[in-house]
């Protein structure tokens, strides 16, 4: 199969049985990347963000079948991975039976364990603040700022209105650079 980039061309191979692998294949590649970044924001350790990735493409390739492109395929594969996180996070404090803020301390302990972990740098303290926000505000600070995603598919992943995510993104912001001034 020759390299295709559209995603319209990659749901047309995939829905045929004689290129569906090589189609499925093609998008992993395409998105894998992107998604990995996305998920590892939220789950903090590589090791969590793979085994959330692979349930991710799991998802993917159950599902890919019956997408009905009412939105892009990567709005649908970040809805996905969003969902594939909060499961994953929810998972933990149940295991752990803890409030879900003792999970949010342990992921920026998790950053502090980082073998190469500096407070005194710039984007360790981006990260530690980013953990300091609530789950949803978190999300829509890492689509935004990492993801560089428009409000409008925003809007889509994480079925919401604009104005709620503008609103959420402000917040975000403003208690991000209150913990990186004061800490």
């Not at 073998?115 to 789950?135: G, H, M, R, V």
């Amino acid at each position: 199969m020759a390299v295709t980039t559209q995603d319209s061309e990659l749901l047309i191979l995939f829905r045929d049985p004689a290129t569906k692998e090589s189609a499925y294949t093609s998008i992993i590649r395409k998105y894998q990347e992107k998604l990995y970044w996305h998920v590892r924001r939220m789950v903090i350790e590589h090791e969590d963000a793979n085994d959330v990735l692979q349930n991710v493409f799991i998802r993917v390739w159950n599902a890919l079948e019956n997408f009905r492109e009412d939105s892009q395929l990567y709005t649908w594969l970040y809805r996905i991975a969003t969902n594939e996180c909060l499961t994953f996070l929810e998972q933990q404090k149940k295991r752990a039976s803890v409030p879900l803020g003792d999970v949010e301390s342990g992921l920026e302990n998790k950053i502090k364990a980082d073998k190469d972990f500096d407070a005194n740098k710039l984007e360790w303290k981006l990260q530690l603040a980013i953990q300091q926000l609530p789950e949803k505000q978190r999300i829509v600070f890492g689509l935004r700022y990492y993801d560089e995603m428009p409000y409008e598919e925003m809007a889509k992943v994480l079925e919401t209105s604009e104005g709620a995510l503008k609103a959420s993104y402000h917040h975000a912001v403003k208690k991000i650079e209150d913990y990186i001034l004061n800490h």
